[in-house]
RNA sequence: GGCCCCAUCGUCUAGGCUGGUCUAGGACACCGCCCUUUCACGGCGGCGACACGGGUUCAAAUCCCGUUGGGGCUACCA
């Protein structure tokens, strides 16, 4: 058994971004190549942003991954597991203020009685006379009288020493940071919750994190973290900061975009095995080189973080469409068939006139046309509606021409005479008629498609008539050719 | 503003640490051909990049410095 443990610690203030996703990912492939234990941990500190329906949000979000976790809070439907809990950081103030108050009688903390407005004006005169902050005069305080004063509106702020403090990260190498650029940061607010910093550090250490991998959006907090884990006395753990997700121009995923979302992409027909191989591909490469394709399995044997990418990657909704392909491709049919009859349900359409065995073939004949499930829907909407109008392109070529009716009239007899109806039969009877009247396959073939379905794009001819059936195709083989000579 | 991180085809990337084997490899996209009743799938081929400027060196995509561009941190948010 390992003893890799490491966490996806989002804050409930929304959906599942995709940003979050890939950490989560990462973090959660990293274990299950390890053999190591993931826990999720809600970083619920901060009342305001924080929301139940975010949680239940966040939560299906996770669960159409597929991305599970092994220690967590209740969550979702999901009762709390894990040993080292509460994982939901808004019951864990007490443990969040011992720490601090252990801090500020170790004198790494002090307590700051300024107020914002006092700071807020150093921080702006500072800025504009471009030299550096000054140091807040209560670091100074002698202790005693700070404890007298402690029932005064104040905060606690770390002391960060002076020096250097060097991060030792996985993917970034080392970074070092002259102190003096990190200020005495809070880390309780006059009301004793505790900011982010102390809560990540001491939760962190405490759930036994053996690595800590997130955004570099935290790669200048590391260092401010690692003070911290030094000053309460713990071992440091392993950092990785991953690039973040860029959206198609190369700008910071925005959560208004569409695909911010991960169910977006749910709701738009991709598979979340698919997204997940996509997804992994945009900040890792595999050791096999050439290879981009994998299972959900696979990608848990693979992931190594030797290659995990130092640059951020734009998100190619084109290049997920190819990889979604090809994980349509490589589904089960029955599971398949399943996933586009719901689908098809959902689109308003009245699947149950159609029995087990007509869906296994739509599926059959659609199964390597799909890049996304939800294309199903124009890939068989005729089957399931009339005919109300035609493509307009198809119709000058097909049926605007010399001959049009009298060539309809000639397919509606042939197909008349077949008895026994599929896909053979009347590939065999179009043949036939073909060869007797020296007319090509091709001019039978379109003018038909276009009546059958009203489009010039779609499955093979001969498996949707099969799919139709012999009366359905006639009746609207007649009314094509009825609207023929109506033009 | 200060500090930190990043920079190879349009996009994702291999190569970079250990300089020569890189006239820079693969994938998506795009274009062409083949297969084919259409589209798609599949096969074959094409287009296409080391951000810029200086060094170091016999030799630099690879090492160093600078510039530019992108991102982050700089909160009593996380």
């Given at each position: 058994m390992s003893t890799v443990r490491c966490r996806i610690a989002p804050s409930?203030?929304?959906?599942?971004h995709i940003g979050t996703a890939k950490m989560a990912l990462f973090n959660w492939l990293f274990a299950r190549k390890t053999g190591g234990t993931f826990v999720l941990r809600l970083e619920d500190t901060d009342a305001e942003r924080t929301d139940e329906a975010f949680v239940q949000a966040m939560c299906e979000g996770f669960t159409w991954l597929g991305v599970d976790w092994d220690e967590g809070p209740a969550f979702g439907d999901k009762a709390a597991v894990g040993e080292?809990?509460?994982?939901r950081q808004s019951d864990r103030k007490s443990v969040h203020q011992d720490a601090g108050y252990k801090l500020l009688k170790t004198g790494h903390a002090y307590r700051c009685f300024c107020t914002k407005e006092e700071l807020d004006a150093e921080r702006e005169s500072a800025q504009q006379e471009k030299r550096r902050k000054m140091k807040c005069?209560?670091?100074?305080?002698d202790s005693g009288e700070a404890e007298n004063r402690k029932d005064e509106h104040h905060t606690v702020r770390f002391r960060v020493p002076e020096g250097h403090t060097e991060v030792v990260d996985l993917v970034q190498g080392t970074v070092r940071t002259?102190?003096?650029?990190?200020?005495?940061?809070?880390?309780?607010?006059?009301?004793?919750d505790p900011i982010f910093h102390l809560a990540v550090v001491v939760d962190d250490a405490l759930m036994q994190i053996t690595h800590v991998i997130r955004?570099?959006?935290?790669l200048t907090n590391a260092a401010r973290h690692v003070l911290l884990f030094d000053a309460l006395g713990y071992d440091r753990p392993q950092f990785a900061h991953l690039p973040m997700v860029l959206d198609e121009q190369g700008k910071?995923?925005?959560?208004?975009?569409?695909?911010?979302?991960?169910l977006d992409w749910r709701d738009d027909g991709y598979l979340p095995e698919a997204l997940i191989n996509y997804v992994a591909l945009l900040g890792w490469t595999p050791a096999e080189e050439n290879r981009e394709l994998f299972t959900i399995e696979e990608l848990q044997q693979a992931f190594?973080?030797?290659?995990?990418?130092k640059s951020a990657a734009r998100f190619d909704r084109k290049k997920l469409d190819w990889l979604n392909g090809q994980h349509i491709r490589a589904l089960n049919p029955t599971v398949l068939q399943g996933r586009l009859v719901a689908i098809l349900e959902q689109a308003?359409?009245?699947?149950?006139?159609?029995?087990d065995a007509w869906f296994a073939t739509l599926t059959e004949v659609c199964q390597e046309k799909?890049?996304?499930?939800?294309?199903i829907i124009e890939l068989s909407d005729y089957f399931f509606t009339d005919i109300t109008t035609y493509e307009e392109k198809p119709v000058k070529k097909q049926?605007?021409?010399?001959g049009a009716a009298e060539l309809m009239s000639q397919l509606i007899a042939c197909m008349e005479g077949?008895?026994?109806?599929?896909r053979d039969t009347l590939k065999e009877a179009y043949h036939a008629l073909g060869e007797a009247t020296g007319t090509g396959l091709g001019k039978m073939v379109h003018p038909t498609r276009l009546a059958l379905t009203?489009?010039?794009?779609?499955?093979?001819l001969f498996e949707i008539a099969e799919l139709l059936g012999k009366e359905v195709s006639i009746a609207r083989m007649q009314q094509g050719l009825a609207y023929i000579n109506s033009l």
């Open positions: 409930p203030s929304g959906f599942l080292l809990g509460p994982y005069p209560c670091r100074d305080l002259d102190n003096r650029e990190l200020d005495d940061f809070v880390i309780l607010k006059p009301n004793g955004g570099d959006d935290h910071k995923f925005s959560k208004r975009l569409h695909g911010a979302n991960v190594a973080p030797e290659r995990w990418s308003g359409f009245d699947v149950s006139q159609k029995d799909l890049a996304t499930l939800n294309q049926w605007q021409v010399e077949v008895d026994l109806w599929n009203g489009k010039s794009i779609g499955p093979g």
